[in-house]
């Protein structure tokens, strides 16, 4: 069973950056073969999709982190990050990793992101 860690979450204050790190572990040693992503869940919305990257390492972004999001992977660790500039109110949510498209029964705990002066 594929188990994915995230962290580096925390309290930011607006404006603010922050670096996300997901290590998947388990059955699948390798990711790399895989297009992974960064997804986020806001109190009282449903989950979204954030940023994605390919196998070949080509990202593609949601429209409002486009310019301030970069999600980049290191296939030797089986890691993928997630680095957050210019963080706004609107970021705060629990950010979770997956694959693309995601596999519903291997969600982590995630990691809290919350942006507040």
């Known amino acids: 069973q594929v188990q994915f860690v995230e962290s580096g979450g925390g309290l930011v204050q607006p404006g603010g950056s922050l670096r996300l790190s997901c290590t998947a572990s388990g059955r699948i040693f390798t990711i790399s073969v895989y297009t992974m992503a960064w997804y986020r869940q806001a109190p009282g919305k449903q989950r979204e999709l954030v940023a994605s990257?390919?196998?070949?390492?080509?990202?593609n972004y949601t429209d409002s982190v486009k310019g301030r999001f970069t999600i980049s992977r290191d296939n030797s660790k089986s890691a993928v990050y997630l680095q957050m500039n210019g963080l706004q109110s609107e970021d705060t949510a629990v950010y979770f990793c997956?694959?693309?498209?995601?596999?519903?029964?291997?969600w982590g705990q995630g990691t809290q992101v919350t942006v507040s002066s």
């Open positions: 990257i390919t196998d070949r390492g080509r990202p």
């Open positions: 997956n694959f693309r498209p995601a596999l519903e029964s291997i």
